[in-house]
């Protein structure tokens, strides 16, 4: 997986990686090369003819499918048979993310072209759409894997559900951005459809699987919405302060695209009223240059705002660390948890 410098994976991740790869090449295989290849290229498995890619490539992270299956192995010895929920999970997840690319017109993702700007978004949206449906087909290969009939279908609800929570928090996030009147806890409402719905339903849906204690389940279920918070807001200070040769994206358009992450609400809430003023004048504008770019990244220091970010993020992390203590599960497990989430604080990409 091609990677920027300094890029540590904890093990929870490293584990997986190979195999979820693996089962995602498989899952395209039954389908047309007009939608095979679009799907191989946004995974990043195949090149803009789509050709595969063999050996280093443009894959992401795989948190959400790698914390799917780290739930069930944590309760359970043979995570493979939790594969086609993770899967369903990773497709979920890539769906959102070609219409999100399209929705915010971004150009680059994992260091390359996004699938839009190469196919058009008439192809692209439909390639999303078709992914949605295969998610759903890939997990009633549970079936095959010995999980009971009960587990699957209430699995799929879960996964319905969280469908429905994802596109309401982007509806939120878009809304967001032609409104200057939003606090922190609207914010934070926001990101918990948008980002924590499907993180936290990772974890409930490989505990769901694993096991039949409710306590344990809902842990599990708390530990991924914190540790949804802390990838989002981490991902609010990149989208400002990160280094795009790093996160393979652009690091500007989140204010030109007057996006209301975490920090610039911070600093609404807490600026001077004459800052405020400047900002609230900028955020009206039908469309932002270099110098208003110039004058919110001066406010921005001013104010803080990435500190006080930060603050919040531990906030949450120790919320998610919570989480994990009440589990009872095995030390290993509980170690890569807590490592994930320290991970997660500090990430650069």
Same mark, same amino acid.
Request: charged fraction near 25%.
């Given at each position: 997986?091609?990677?920027?410098?300094?890029?540590?994976?904890?093990?929870?991740?490293?584990?997986?990686?190979?195999?979820?790869?693996?089962?995602?090449? +498989?899952?395209?295989?039954?389908?047309?090369?007009?939608?095979?290849?679009?799907?191989?290229?946004?995974?990043?498995?195949?090149?803009?003819?789509?050709?595969?890619?063999?050996?280093?490539?443009?894959?992401?992270?795989?948190?959400?499918?790698?914390?799917?299956?780290?739930?069930?192995?944590?309760?359970?010895?043979?995570?493979?048979?939790?594969?086609?929920?993770?899967?369903?999970?990773?497709?979920?997840?890539?769906?959102?993310?070609?219409?999100?690319?399209?929705?915010?017109?971004?150009?680059?993702?994992?260091?390359?072209?996004?699938?839009?700007?190469?196919?058009?978004?008439?192809?692209?949206?439909?390639?999303?759409?078709? !992914?949605?449906?295969?998610?759903?087909?890939?997990?009633?290969?549970?079936?095959?894997?010995?999980?009971?009939?009960?587990?699957?279908?209430?699995?799929?609800?879960?996964?319905?559900?969280?469908? +429905?929570?994802?596109?309401?928090?982007?509806?939120?996030?878009?809304?967001?951005?032609?409104?200057?009147?939003?606090?922190?806890?609207?914010?934070?409402? !926001?990101?918990?459809?948008?980002?924590?719905?499907?993180?936290?339903?990772?974890?409930?849906?490989?505990?769901?699987?694993?096991?039949?204690?409710?306590?344990?389940?809902?842990?599990?279920?708390?530990?991924?919405?914190?540790?949804?918070?802390?990838?989002?807001?981490?991902?609010?200070?990149?989208?400002?302060?990160?280094?795009?040769?790093?996160?393979?994206?652009?690091?500007?358009?989140?204010?030109?695209?007057?996006?209301?992450?975490?920090?610039?609400?911070?600093?609404?809430?807490?600026?001077?009223?004459?800052?405020?003023?400047?900002?609230?004048?900028?955020?009206?504008?039908?469309?932002?240059?270099?110098?208003?770019?110039?004058?919110? !990244?001066?406010?921005?220091?001013?104010?803080?705002?990435?500190?006080?970010?930060?603050?919040?993020?531990?906030?949450?992390?120790?919320?998610?660390?919570?989480?994990?203590?009440? !589990?009872?599960?095995?030390?290993?497990?509980?170690?890569?948890?807590?490592?994930?989430?320290?991970?997660?604080?500090?990430?650069?990409?």
């Amino acid at each position: 997986v091609v990677k920027g410098p300094n890029s540590y994976q904890p093990a929870l991740l490293n584990r997986y990686n190979q195999r979820i790869q693996q089962e995602l090449f +498989l899952s395209t295989q039954k389908h047309s090369r007009e939608l095979r290849g679009p799907f191989l290229y946004h995974l990043g498995s195949a090149d803009q003819n789509w050709n595969p890619l063999y050996g280093p490539n443009h894959s992401g992270k795989a948190l959400r499918s790698a914390l799917c299956l780290y739930a069930f192995h944590a309760l359970n010895n043979c995570w493979e048979k939790a594969l086609p929920a993770a899967i369903a999970i990773e497709l979920l997840h890539n769906f959102s993310l070609i219409h999100d690319d399209i929705q915010d017109h971004d150009t680059e993702r994992r260091h390359r072209k996004t699938l839009w700007t190469i196919t058009g978004q008439p192809k692209a949206l439909l390639t999303g759409s078709a !992914m949605h449906a295969v998610a759903y087909l890939n997990l009633l290969d549970l079936n095959n894997r010995g999980i009971n009939a009960e587990k699957v279908l209430m699995t799929s609800q879960l996964l319905f559900k969280t469908s +429905l929570d994802m596109i309401k928090g982007q509806v939120l996030d878009l809304q967001f951005e032609q409104s200057v009147q939003i606090d922190r806890y609207r914010y934070l409402e !926001m990101i918990d459809f948008k980002t924590g719905s499907l993180i936290s339903c990772s974890l409930t849906v490989g505990a769901l699987l694993g096991t039949d204690q409710k306590s344990t389940i809902k842990a599990f279920s708390q530990y991924g919405l914190h540790l949804g918070r802390v990838f989002q807001l981490r991902d609010d200070i990149l989208g400002i302060w990160g280094q795009s040769n790093v996160t393979g994206k652009s690091t500007s358009n989140d204010i030109l695209r007057k996006k209301k992450s975490f920090p610039i609400i911070y600093a609404i809430e807490e600026c001077t009223p004459k800052d405020r003023k400047v900002l609230l004048r900028i955020y009206n504008k039908e469309a932002l240059g270099k110098q208003d770019l110039d004058i919110v !990244m001066e406010i921005l220091e001013r104010n803080r705002s990435k500190n006080k970010t930060e603050e919040f993020i531990k906030l949450e992390a120790l919320s998610a660390i919570e989480q994990l203590n009440l !589990m009872r599960i095995d030390h290993w497990a509980l170690k890569e948890g807590k490592d994930l989430v320290e991970f997660l604080v500090s990430r650069e990409y």
